[in-house]
T-cell receptor, first 113, second 111 residues
């Protein structure tokens, strides 16, 4: 069964460093998303991406964050100059159509020390 | 702003009992509602998607209803099993294709 895959599963980084979280969405999907979940809190929307551009972003997704689809299969989230409060589980998701069923990856646990 | 609330936050039931999980949302202008399962430290597994025009959706032992006008959805799990122990998340699609999540119903099924 097709699935969204994320790498790495866990990343530890020092405050101020840049990190890139990688995702391979389901192959025929066109809509891509990043969400995050701080421990004990709700899953929060970060950004949606379609047709090689950002469709919508939340107030969390500031200039520190960027997304890219560098080739036909990968979708990345870059966090520049990480802060302690960026520590969270980051989920990538994809869907085959707008407002369609969203399929999530297993997440990348980011720990900023 | 869309707010999603799930009640109860946690519940324990003996094996074999039916589970009833509630979700409410503040803005009825949604495109669909999705129920997910999350195991500790893991990702989100999609269980059911209900389009805004639908009243319910069924998959095996799972049945989800949607009352869009009153901002409510209920997930029923029939004949619960220990393997159903997990956190169940409700999410509504609104705005420009974003999901708003509830905090979840943490379920423990006691053998």
């Amino acid at each position: 069964e097709p699935e969204v895959t994320q790498t790495p599963s866990h990343q530890v980084t020092q405050m101020g460093q840049e990190v890139i979280l990688r995702c391979v969405p389901i192959s025929n999907h066109l809509y891509f998303y990043w969400y995050r979940q701080i421990l004990g809190q709700k899953v929060e929307f970060l950004v949606s991406f379609y047709n090689n551009e950002i469709s919508e972003k939340s107030e969390i997704f500031d200039d520190q964050f960027s997304v890219e689809r560098p080739d036909g299969s990968n979708f990345t989230l870059k966090i520049r100059s990480t802060k302690l409060e960026d520590s969270a589980m980051y989920f990538c998701a994809s869907s085959g159509r707008g407002f369609g069923e969203a399929f999530f990856g297993q997440g990348t646990r980011l720990t900023v020390v | 702003k869309q707010e999603v609330t799930q009640i109860p936050a946690a519940l324990s039931v003996p094996e074999g009992e039916n589970l009833v999980l509630n979700c409410s949302f503040t803005d009825s202008a949604i495109y669909n509602l999705q129920w997910f399962r999350q195991d500790p430290g893991k990702g989100l597994t999609s269980l059911l998607l209900i389009q805004s025009s639908q009243r319910e959706q069924t998959s095996g032992r799972l049945n989800a209803s949607l009352d869009k006008s009153s901002g409510r959805s209920t997930l029923y799990i029939a004949a619960s099993q220990p393997g159903d122990s997990a956190t169940y998340l409700c999410a509504v699609s609104y705005g420009n294709n974003r999901l708003a999540f509830g905090k979840g119903n943490q379920v423990v099924v006691i053998p």
